[in-house]
């Protein structure tokens, strides 16, 4: 190992959030089609929108309310307890969603996968009990007394305390924006981002808030804290002109992945490599907030994957000025900081024989050693 | 530690942390790259890697996770999306023969 490639040992804690995240963003990833969806009839029907028509715009509410987060219990219990886990997550989740003023993503994320659970629990006990031949009735049985069940406990207990937590936490926020703190989070969430927590940070937390803010405002900056393309393409640029001169020839290639098709994953490994050009991906990253709080920006849904293009989909009619002043700030500042660590250029050869060491022997930088 | 002969690969499974995202781009290079070969190439989340994968690709930041899914199969990591020497060598060693190990 050297000092190019980050160890995978002793990473415990690490690989644990990630998993936890993971399950965070695969209730939400799956779906992302039906986000798109509702994003798409958002921007163009409402009131304000590109296409104003009172009867589609009929679909929004229903859609964000019910169905997104049905579809997230429902797959969130499938990750526990396959499809009568899918479908007793989705009947709980209607005790959430009914009576709720707010999309219940929260709240589906919580009791999806634990009436799943629940079911799970119940399943390993009767199984056993079960008579021959009285099975299919069991099952249908326990499924229905725990899906009801659950709903109820959702109804009375989860939703209002959720309810509780996201106004809360939109307060957080509300307050973070009002005192222009919140370019400060791109510190936590730029070091997160190359960890691969991005999908838990972005789809897992961000996400659900930024929907419940666009439903009552219209739009969210929570959307764009993660998925700004400007300090990744920053910090392309900057190693296509200034990096080592073996990795300059696959970096337009990288370019085009990460700015237009939105798979942010292809800039990680240019940071682990060169941990110092963190500091680039966070400058870049608070000059893109900044920029997006001074000009008001925000967007209807969640762009993903975090392309321009995506962006430009789910932009307020009126708004691009100021997302696309914020992504284009956060690629100046995230360049020029990454040049700076760069050196521009100067030391370029020397790097060159470290990398190429380890481009040039698989063995030392990517084979992972038992442990 | 897990080794296999490269006749003995049928199924290769790129993962990443939602399956959504790297790992399809990843395994649809992998699979212009083998193509020809009797070898399947799939991507999926790296919390669900499926039992009968052969050789398990992801990226060196994740294997960790993978390793607890899938610990006894050959795991290949890499650190560049883009041309990575590991992923090249296991797509040579497939091509002309020779044992794959992790």
């Known amino acids: ?28 990833m799956p779906n992302i089609g039906a986000f798109i969806a509702w994003g798409l009839i958002t921007a163009l029907f409402i009131p304000t929108g590109w296409l104003p028509n009172e009867d589609f ?17 429902y797959t969130g219990g499938r990750m526990v307890h396959g499809q009568r886990g899918a479908v007793v997550g989705a009947v709980a989740t209607m005790g959430v969603v009914v009576g709720a003023d707010i999309p219940m993503f929260l709240g589906a994320m919580i009791i999806g996968p634990l009436a799943a659970y629940i079911l799970k629990l119940v399943d390993g006990f009767i199984q056993d009990r079960t008579r021959a031949g009285f099975e299919m009735l069991v099952d249908n049985f326990t499924a229905g007394i725990v899906g009801g069940g659950m ?38 969430i730029e070091p997160a981002k190359v ?27 929570l959307f764009m804290l993660e998925s700004n393309p400007g300090p990744g393409l920053g910090l392309l640029l900057a190693f296509m002109f200034f990096g080592p001169r073996l990795l300059r020839p696959s970096t337009p290639a990288a370019i085009i992945i990460h ?23 966070i400058a870049g990253g608070a000059a893109g907030v900044l920029v997006f709080i001074v000009t008001g920006a925000g967007l209807v849904a969640t762009p993903s994957p975090g392309s321009i293009f995506a ?61 | 530690m897990a080794s296999i002969d490269s006749k003995d690969i049928h199924k290769i499974i790129v993962a990443c942390d939602a399956g959504m995202g790297s790992s399809v781009m990843l395994a649809s290079q992998l699979r212009k790259q083998l193509k020809g070969q009797q070898i399947q190439v799939e991507h999926t989340p790296v919390n669900s890697i499926p039992a009968d994968a052969d050789v398990v690709v992801c990226h060196a930041g994740l294997a960790a996770r ?22 090249t060598k296991l797509v040579n060693t497939i091509k002309n023969g020779g044992t794959v190990d992790a």
Do not use: C
Request: hydrophobic fraction near 50%; aromatic fraction near 8%.
């Open chain 1, 1 to 28: 190992m050297t000092e190019y490639t980050p160890t995978v040992q002793g990473t415990g804690a690490r690989a644990t959030i990630q998993r936890f995240g993971g399950h965070l963003a695969g209730m939400i």
């Open chain 1, 57 to 73: 715009a009929k679909l929004v509410d229903p859609i964000i309310k019910t169905l997104l987060p049905i579809l997230i219990g």
């Open chain 1, 151 to 188: 709903a109820l406990v959702g109804l009375k207990a989860i939703g209002p305390v959720v309810e509780v937590v996201t106004d809360w936490a939109g307060d957080v926020v509300a307050w973070l924006v009002g005192h222009n703190l919140l370019p400060l989070a791109s510190i936590l």
């Open chain 1, 195 to 221: 960890l691969f927590l991005n999908n838990a940070i972005n789809h897992g937390v961000l996400g659900p808030l930024g929907v419940a803010e666009a439903v009552k405002q219209g739009k969210s900056v």
């Open chain 1, 259 to 281: 700015f237009l098709g939105g798979i942010h994953e292809i800039y990680f490994p240019y940071v682990l490599m060169k941990p110092r050009l963190i500091l680039a991906v």
């Open chain 1, 311 to 371: 962006y430009i989909a789910v932009t307020p009619k009126g708004g691009w000025f100021g997302v696309l002043a914020g992504i284009l700030a956060a690629t100046v500042v995230s360049f020029a900081v990454a040049s700076a660590l760069l050196g521009f250029g100067r030391g370029a050869d020397d790097e060159t024989e470290e990398t190429g060491e380890t481009s040039t022997e698989p063995e030392t930088s990517s084979v992972v050693k038992e442990a």
């Open chain 2, 66 to 87: 993978a390793k607890v899914t899938a610990p006894d199969k050959v795991l290949i990591s890499f650190q560049l999306f883009i041309g990575d020497p590991a992923v």
